[in-house]
């Protein structure tokens, strides 16, 4: 696999047409949901309304659970707003938890990808490291776009 494109999106400070309207712009063919639990109280972007709304627009829902940040690493993050360890807990998790990342690199072959979180900022966001797992696992170029 070579040149292919892997999006990353987060829905914070969107609402639900806009959210879509971004994956039409983009021609996202398949979303993959990379939260642990994919519960929302905005609107719309809870696992079960989500999918059905995507459905309508031709995109295939994906749920990773095991791509989700773990709740103790999420909870240190809440108390201490600490980014470094925050990344290297998650990516140390990643690193154990193999068989996630390749999953999704199954999918990449096929369509137009993109993985998506709560957080606007990918640059807040673990949907970055497991972006850049994905790449590395790669290893073939694989280019990554944050919407």
């Known amino acids: 696999m070579s040149a292919v494109t892997l999006l ?3 829905y914070e400070g969107r609402e639900l047409d806009q959210f879509i309207s971004l994956l039409r712009q983009n021609n996202i063919t ?3 949901d990379i939260r642990e639990i994919p519960i929302s109280r905005k609107k719309g972007f809870s696992k079960s309304a989500l999918k059905e709304r995507l459905q309508d627009e031709n995109i295939e829902y994906i749920h990773i659970k095991a791509l ?3 709740s103790v690493i999420r909870n240190k993050l809440k108390s201490d707003w600490d980014y470094h ?3 290297k807990a998650y990516s140390d998790y ?6 996630a990342v390749e999953e999704v690199y199954e999918y990449i072959s096929d369509g137009i990808n993109c ?3 709560f957080e606007q900022s990918y ?3 673990h949907r ?5 797992k994905i790449k590395e696992y790669d290893g073939n170029g694989l280019k990554i776009k944050h919407i």
């Not at 990643?94 to 068989?99: Q, R």
């Open 8 to 10: 990353t999106i987060g």
């Open 30 to 32: 398949r979303l993959i």
């Open 68 to 70: 989700g940040s773990p």
């Open 85 to 87: 360890y925050f990344f």
């Open 94 to 99: 990643l690193s154990s938890n193999m068989e």
């Open 115 to 117: 993985i998506m979180c």
């Open 123 to 125: 640059m807040k966001c």
């Open 128 to 132: 970055l490291a497991v972006a850049n």
